[in-house]
């Protein structure tokens, strides 16, 4: 069964740090590109960042760059998110998920996603 | 970046009934690479097509896409109870992933 499961999340303090962790199995997730969706409750869905299969290619929406990386170890199956400078506005459920079929980056989103991690940020 | 604006916000709809969703991009996809994907309170959003007009495993033939350029639609023909829910559409063509802001397809 194809699983993503993430851990991290929490409350933060505006200007702190937090690191969101996905790691993935019954895949071959280095197969696969991997990008994290955040979703404020009650609202829609902010793609904010990918990582191609070989960590080639990675983007970031603007709202998260510069604060926001991305980095991925085939080796242990796993995609991280490195959150700086967070502000109360990304507070969200943060999500990540797997491209559907191999290799390229720009292929649409799968249906495989992670649990959801509610990142709060707030003083 | 590319904007995709979905349109209405809202539809109250009865079962049985069509729903034609809009979503609009403010420069063309020449690559049609625009997804559509179905959320339901407290689920990751599924995928319904991707190509525009491919749908995706599982997904019932009462489920159409289509469009190109900037003007893409999907369609519901005849809803089922279980097709209300919140409907976004996605750029995935480029370096950046844009989603709409979404539709929520309601129960009149």
């Known amino acids: 069964e194809v699983q993503l499961v993430q851990s991290g999340g929490g409350l933060v303090q505006p200007g702190r740090s937090l690191r969101l962790s996905c790691g993935g199995f019954g895949f071959i997730f280095g197969h696969y590109s991997i990008h994290w969706v955040r979703q404020p409750p009650g609202k829609g869905l902010e793609w904010i960042s990918g990582v191609s299969w070989n960590s080639d290619t990675i983007a970031y929406a603007d709202s998260v760059r510069g604060r926001f990386t991305i980095s991925r170890d085939n080796a242990r199956n796993s995609v991280s998110l490195q959150m700086s400078s967070l502000r109360p506005e990304d507070t969200a459920i943060y999500s990540c998920?797997?491209?559907?079929?191999?290799?390229?980056?720009?292929?649409?989103?799968?249906?495989?996603w992670g649990q959801g991690a509610l990142v709060t940020v707030s003083s | 970046d590319i904007v995709l604006t979905q349109s209405p916000g809202t539809l109250s709809l009865s079962p049985g009934e069509e729903a034609t969703l809009s979503c609009r991009a403010s420069q063309s996809l020449s690559s049609a690479s625009l997804a559509w994907y179905q959320q339901k309170p407290g689920q990751a959003p599924r995928l319904l097509f991707y190509?525009?007009?491919s749908r995706a495993t599982g997904i019932p033939d009462r489920f159409s896409g289509s469009g190109s350029g900037t003007d893409f639609t999907m369609s519901i023909s005849g809803l089922e109870p279980e097709d209300f829910a919140v409907y976004y559409c996605?750029?995935?063509?480029?370096?950046?992933?844009?989603f709409g802001q979404g539709t929520k397809v309601e129960m009149k």
């Open positions: 996605l750029d995935y063509g480029g370096l950046i992933k844009t």
């Open positions: 998920v797997a491209a559907s079929g191999s290799g390229s980056y720009y292929n649409p989103l799968s249906d495989n």
């Open positions: 190509g525009v007009s």
